[in-house]
């Protein structure tokens, strides 16, 4: 089984991108990560990844999940048409869709969250709210096959969230 995690070029949120990755790797999930570009991503926090593919290559064929990144770099992806796409794409075959922080807004742009039960960052509950998603202000929001979280605190019990789901 594999997840793709979607990360920005810079100041991804380092804890949102470890923590999970780390409860995937220990479940004995594999992760590829893809970006705008194949060179070094950087965290705010200083942390680094190289990516694995781009955005634009990246598709729901080989992946059981996608998960949407947080911190302020994520911003970038808010009006990506790509990005929109590639959420689309995996919440139409049924597969987990996950986002953290600002990148619930990711989703909620891709009218993913019209009717659903949503968390993210206290800074991007508005735009849930204007795009028809129920703001809940929880840790981490399941509804559906959708997995929202609140921020770097919640960002291991977001993994493990994501990890139940996919066990199921």
């Known amino acids: 089984m594999r997840i793709l995690m979607v990360v920005a070029q810079k100041e991804f949120r380092d804890e949102e991108f470890f923590e ?7 479940n004995g999930i594999e992760v590829k990560v893809a970006s705008q570009k194949l060179a070094e991503a950087r965290g705010r926090l200083g942390g680094t990844v190289m990516p694995d593919l781009t955005v634009s290559e990246a598709g729901v064929d080989n992946f059981a999940a996608v998960v949407f990144v947080g911190g302020s770099g994520a911003a970038v992806y808010f009006d990506d048409q790509a990005v929109r796409k590639l959420a689309q794409d995996f919440y139409d075959a049924g597969k987990v869709v996950g986002a953290i922080c600002i990148a619930p807004s990711i989703l909620a742009n891709a009218g993913l969250l019209r009717g659903k039960m949503a ?3 206290a800074g991007e509950q508005e735009n849930l709210k204007m795009r028809g998603a129920e703001y809940t202000a929880a840790d981490v929001q399941v509804d559906g096959k959708i997995v929202t979280g609140s921020g770097p605190e919640a960002a291991k019990k ?3 969230k994501i990890v139940e789901l996919l066990k199921s």
């Open 20 to 26: 999970p990755r780390e409860v995937f790797i220990k």
């Open 119 to 121: 968390t993210c960052t």
């Open 158 to 160: 977001f993994g493990e």
